[in-house]
C-alpha cells in the first residue's frame, strides 16, 4: 500500500461483531471503485464483544486498514477525535459501524467536497429508525441547533460526513460535540455543503444511543455556542453581561440621588445602600475584566495555540504500507 493516502475513513466501534465484516466489504468496494490511496482506521471503544478480533482479523487481511483501541470507554466523540489524529488522509470521512451509514455514499460527498467545501455533512432523509425515540428528538435537536448556531444542516447527528484533513486537525472535540463539527467549522469560516445520503435498518445488534443522551447534546449545544460566538470577541458579550448589572446600578444611584436627604451612611439603611452599591460595582468591574482576559486567551491561542492529542494505549499499524 503507498504511504500517501488521499482519503482516510473513521469508524468508531462499540460492540459491532458481526457487522464489520460485511461493512469493511462495502467500505473496500466503494473505494477501490475511486480509484486512489486509502485507509480505513477502526478504533475500538472497548468493545465487550469480539469486535476487536474482527477488526485485528481484517487488518491481517486488507494492508488498508489500521486499529485504535482505547485503555477505557470513551464514547463515540473521543473516538472520532482519536481517528482524526491518527488519520492521514487529505480527506477524511466518517461513519457508523452498525451498517446503517451506506459507504456507497461516500463518493457522492468527496465529489461535493472537491467543488470547494470544506466539510460535507450526510443528510438522512428518509431515516430508518423508530419515530418516538429516534426520529422526532433528532428533529427537535436539529431545528434547535440550526438557531442556535444559524447553520443550516438538517442531520447534525448523521455520522456520515466528509472533512478536508486541516480542518478536523484544529477542531478539539469532546463530549458529544461530534454532531456540532459543521457548526464549529463555520464558526471558523469553513464552507459547509449537504448532500442526501442513504440510510439503512440496523441488521445485528442493538442501538447504544437512548433519548436520555438529548440532555448532554443540550448542554454541549451552549458550550458550542460560546465557541462558536463569544470565543470570536468576547469582550463584547462579557460586556454585554454587566448590561443588566449597569442597569440596575444606574437605578439604584438615582434612587439614592432622588432620596438624599433620608438617607445617612450611619445608620443601617445607608450602610446597606452602600454595600449594594459596592456589590454592583464590582460585578460590572469582574465582568469587564473576565472579557479582558478572554481577549488575551483568544489571541494568544489563535497564535500559539495547538490541539491536545488524545492519549491511546494501542495504536496497531497495518501489516503493511
Not at 469486535?51 to 466523540?77: I, K, Y
Not at 458529544?176 to 459543521?182: A, C, G, I, M, T
Request: aromatic letters at 10%; one cysteine or more; a positive charge.
Amino acid at each position: 500500500m503507498s504511504s500517501t493516502v488521499e482519503i482516510s475513513v473513521v469508524v468508531p466501534v462499540f460492540d459491532e461483531e458481526p457487522n464489520l465484516p460485511i461493512l469493511h466489504a462495502e467500505i473496500a468496494s466503494a473505494l477501490n471503485g475511486m480509484r486512489v490511496p486509502w485507509e480505513v482506521l477502526y478504533v475500538d471503544d472497548r468493545s465487550s464483544d469480539g469486535s476487536l478480533r474482527a477488526m485485528l482479523a481484517l487488518r491481517a487481511e486488507d494492508p488498508h486498514v489500521r486499529v485504535l483501541q482505547f485503555r477505557g470507554r470513551s464514547g463515540q466523540t473521543a473516538a472520532l477525535a482519536a481517528g482524526f489524529d491518527h488519520a492521514r488522509g487529505a480527506i477524511v470521512v466518517t461513519l457508523d459501524g452498525d451498517l446503517q451509514n451506506d459507504p456507497a455514499d461516500i463518493p457522492k460527498l468527496v465529489e461535493e467536497l472537491e467543488r470547494g467545501f470544506d466539510i460535507v455533512a450526510g443528510w438522512r432523509k428518509a431515516r430508518r429508525d423508530g419515530f418516538v425515540l429516534r426520529k422526532l428528538p433528532s428533529r427537535v435537536a436539529n431545528r434547535l441547533i440550526a438557531w442556535v448556531t444559524g447553520v443550516q444542516i438538517h442531520d447534525t447527528g448523521c455520522t456520515l460526513k466528509a472533512f478536508r484533513r486541516e480542518l478536523v486537525e484544529k477542531l478539539p472535540i469532546y463530549a458529544e460535540q461530534h454532531r456540532f463539527l459543521p457548526a464549529m467549522s463555520a464558526g471558523s469560516g469553513a464552507r459547509v455543503s449537504e448532500v442526501v445520503v442513504n440510510h439503512r435498518p440496523r441488521r445485528f445488534g442493538r442501538s447504544k444511543y437512548g433519548i436520555s443522551r438529548m440532555f448532554r447534546v443540550l448542554l454541549d449545544l451552549l458550550v458550542i455556542k460560546m465557541v462558536t460566538a463569544f470565543g470570536q470577541r468576547p469582550l463584547v458579550y462579557f460586556g454585554m453581561l454587566t448590561l443588566p448589572f449597569l442597569f440596575a446600578f444606574v437605578v439604584f444611584v438615582c434612587d439614592v440621588l432622588w432620596h438624599w436627604e433620608s438617607v445617612s451612611f450611619a445608620n443601617e439603611w445607608g450602610r446597606a445602600v452602600l454595600i449594594v452599591y459596592m456589590l454592583v460595582s464590582m460585578l460590572c468591574i469582574y465582568f469587564v475584566g473576565l472579557g479582558l482576559v478572554a481577549e488575551l486567551a483568544v489571541k494568544a491561542s489563535g497564535m500559539h495555540g495547538r490541539r491536545v492529542r488524545r492519549v491511546i494505549t494501542t495504536s496497531l499499524e497495518p501489516l503493511s504500507r
